[in-house]
């Protein structure tokens, strides 16, 4: 009768790293607590510093610690904002006065910042689909938890738009899509391309990315009822701070 195979142990760092995840979860170690260095866990464990290094970065990548150069690795928990991609673009969403990221935050507080409204030519592709080279620009940050998450970059045809609150930092209630119904251009379709890719290295200082983050790229288009476009908006998202939900019928 032939014996049950060993199971193998998991690699020394391995150990390492589900040790300090226990941690973390079980609230010895919370939110902005610096991990113990690479020379601590040399000493506590006796292993070599790439061993200590491994480790740490299973935590990196996992979204659980971050890196500050010259300081030390901190743990990094942060409650992933559940984006809802049709409840938030409802129209009794921004038609009734609110904002569409309280649908993603449900109370939590949310701030936006850097905010940049400019007149300028727009990309190929974009003035393609707007029918114009000639937009305005909409570019801001967002913060959850004061937490960068996401940056947004919004086009609009410059001529529909003109003189109204879209050309100016603060929209008001609704923010664009009231403004635009307020035009009698009201959105009635949207489409949205989700991507994910490794971010530039503006994208992760604007956002605070640790080494080897990824992006979620969401591309979304408004359109009219007959179908013109009216916003094309490029959306980067820190992928360790959304989980993306969709609901379908059968």
Do not use: C
């Not at 601590?40 to 740490?56: C, D, G, P």
């Not at 967002?142 to 050309?167: H, K, M, N, W």
């Not at 930092?169 to 490794?198: C, K, Q, S």
Request: charged share 25%; proline share 9%.
């Amino acid at each position: 009768m032939s014996e049950s195979p060993v199971p193998h142990e998991p690699p020394i760092y391995r150990q390492i790293a589900d040790a300090l995840r226990d941690r973390i979860h079980s609230g010895d170690l919370r939110d902005g607590d610096r991990l113990p260095g690479e020379n601590a866990l040399m000493t506590e464990y006796a292993i070599a510093r790439a061993t200590a290094r491994q480790a740490l970065a299973v935590l990196i990548n996992e979204g659980l610690a971050v890196p500050k150069r010259g300081s030390g690795v901190y743990v990094r928990l942060f409650k992933p904002i559940r984006r809802h991609g049709s409840r938030r673009l409802a129209r009794e969403q921004w038609g009734e006065g609110r904002s569409i990221w309280d649908a993603d935050t449900r109370g939590r507080p949310f701030t936006v910042d850097q905010v940049e409204v400019v007149r300028e030519q727009a990309p190929a592709e974009v003035a393609h689909m707007l029918g114009t080279p000639d937009v305005w620009v909409r570019r801001r940050r967002y913060l959850v938890d004061a937490r960068p998450v996401q940056l947004a970059t919004s086009y609009f045809p410059a001529p529909l738009v003109e003189g109204s609150p879209i050309t100016q930092e603060d929209t008001g209630p609704g923010g664009v899509y009231a403004r635009l119904r307020d035009l009698g251009l009201p959105p009635a379709h949207f489409t949205e391309e989700v991507r994910a890719r490794m971010p530039s290295p503006r994208e992760s200082g604007l956002l605070g990315l640790p080494a080897g983050t990824p992006v979620i790229v969401v591309d979304r288009t408004a359109f009219l009822t007959g179908g013109s476009p009216v916003e094309v908006n490029e959306m980067v998202l820190d992928a360790a701070a959304y989980v993306l939900q969709y609901d379908f019928d059968a």
